[in-house]
């Protein structure tokens, strides 16, 4: 009997730590795209979300190929347009500021997201 509650709790901790990779993920990816839309290279976006978010830039770096692979015709004219000269895009002090903006902003976004979350799952379904 001992195993079959360990395995049961094991598999709690999986699907706990598997919805939990899956959520960081779909963070990093949200993050990606404010990058895109601060037209950032992949190199700078890694190191502002590794600065700013505390995300390693593998972590990034791996997040941005799947992004790639699943949307090339975006990025084959997002790659077009990073040829814009310098004095098109914004400083790196102000791109620094506003990246550190949409973390928190991002960041108080799914804290209250989660808080609603918790707050609804612990609804009596006989109240629905």
């Known amino acids: 009997m001992g195993d079959s509650s360990s395995s049961a709790a094991a598999a709690a901790d999986a699907s706990s730590s598997s919805s939990a990779s899956a959520s960081y993920i779909h963070k990093v990816q949200h993050l990606i795209e ?3 839309i601060f037209h950032l290279s992949k190199e700078e976006c890694m190191e502002a979300l590794s600065k700013h978010a505390d995300i390693k830039p593998v972590i990034t770096s791996t997040v941005w190929n799947e992004l790639e692979k699943e ?3 975006f990025f084959e004219a997002y790659y077009t347009t ?12 102000e791109t620094n500021e506003l990246i550190q903006k949409m973390i928190t902003e991002s960041s108080s976004k799914d804290h209250q997201e989660s808080s609603k979350d918790s707050a609804g799952s612990s609804k009596d379904p006989a109240d629905t």
């Open 71 to 73: 949307n090339k015709e």
């Open 82 to 93: 990073q040829t814009q000269t310098k004095d098109d895009r914004l400083s790196e002090a």
């Open 34 to 36: 404010k990058c895109l």
